[in-house]
């Protein structure tokens, strides 16, 4: 554990010092956030803030982790290989994320970002590769449940479960990325909290890639907190979305993701609510109705009053909240 959270900390440093030049060089090639109209009137004056941030999250994790692994990957031993499947879904879906951020800031689609379809399906084929990976590759195919000390074998139906896993999760980490600081800080406390489970079951090589993960989401913070200089994009939300759901499959604790990341859950579930509600009222009544002033749930809050930082600060002791209830469900 020593070892892992020295890894945080020097991952914190590697990010926190090339954070500012990487600022300066998304502003002089004019990479910045394009503010979709149908938003919060306040987050207009967010116009171009440089965007694609979760480069900075990605690097550090990618240099620390091949450095530290370089011999295991080299030899592709089961250590390389459980290093591998982590890293690889960060890179993939940070790979898949910057073309869905390039797109929406120089491409045709400016201010809209790739079409939804294609986005969908970049997430699916990337998650049942890993699905794949994890199952045949690692030979990992349980769920641990609370009060039950054997795991149970799901068999096949793992590959669909894995995958449903981690599309949803990199959309919900999408979803919550509204307000500055919140999806960050949120990740954080959810890398750190499946670190500890890793560390408690013995995993670890899993204990130092979250707690290097964790190092760079708190660099990545120092320049996102209010007023944000930064923003993490698809780039970042997408990544760090998926490679957490493979890090919750690979310690086999991923029934306590929904509650460990309750707040991505809360968001999403938001969506869902309202979407299916209005559609329900438009077609009963002639008129769609809202459950909510703005989805998802921070854009809420934000309609009745409360400022970006009470929001993110309420969301965040919630999240820390329900990260020690994970950890002790973890032990049960």
């Given at each position: ?137 690692l030979g990992l195919r349980v769920v641990a449940i609370p009060t039950i000390p054997k795991m149970i074998d799901l ?89 957490l759901a493979v890090v919750a499959l690979m310690t086999g604790q991923w029934l306590l993701l929904p509650i460990i990341g309750f707040v991505f859950v809360a968001e999403v579930l938001s969506v869902i609510i309202q ?58």
């Open positions: 554990m020593a070892y892992a959270l020295a890894l945080g900390t020097v991952s914190f440093l590697l990010a926190v010092i090339w954070g500012g030049p990487l600022i300066e060089f998304l502003k002089s090639h004019g990479i910045g956030k394009m503010i979709k109209v149908n938003g919060p009137s306040s987050h207009m004056s967010k116009m171009g803030t440089p965007t694609m941030g979760g480069v900075m999250i990605i690097l550090p994790v990618l240099l620390i982790t091949i450095t530290l692994n370089f011999f295991s990957l080299l030899g592709m031993t089961l250590l390389g290989r459980s290093i591998l499947v982590p890293l690889g879904v960060m890179v993939g879906y940070g790979i898949l994320g910057a073309l869905d951020d390039w797109e929406g800031v120089k491409g045709r689609r400016k201010g809209e970002g790739m079409r939804a379809r294609a986005k969908f399906l970049g997430q699916v084929i990337l998650a049942f590769l890993t699905a794949l990976m994890i199952y045949y590759g068999g096949i139906w793992y590959i669909p479960i894995a995958m449903f896993i981690i599309v949803g999760t990199s959309n919900a980490v999408n979803l919550t990325d509204g307000l500055d600081g919140l999806a960050g800080s949120i990740a954080a406390i959810a890398f750190a909290a499946y670190g500890v489970i890793a560390y408690l079951q013995g995993q670890i090589y899993l204990t130092r890639f979250c707690f290097t993960v964790v190092g760079a989401l708190l660099a990545f913070l120092w320049y996102n907190s209010h007023p944000a200089e930064l923003f993490m994009g698809d780039t970042g939300s997408l990544s760090i979305g998926a490679t979407v299916a509600y209005f559609k329900y009222t438009k077609s009963r009544y002639g008129q769609g109705r809202r459950i909510f002033k703005m989805a998802p749930l921070h854009h809420h809050f934000e309609l009745l009053g409360w400022s970006e930082t009470h929001i993110t600060q309420r969301f965040w002791l919630i999240a820390v909240l329900m990260a020690m209830l994970g950890i002790a469900l973890a032990l049960v």
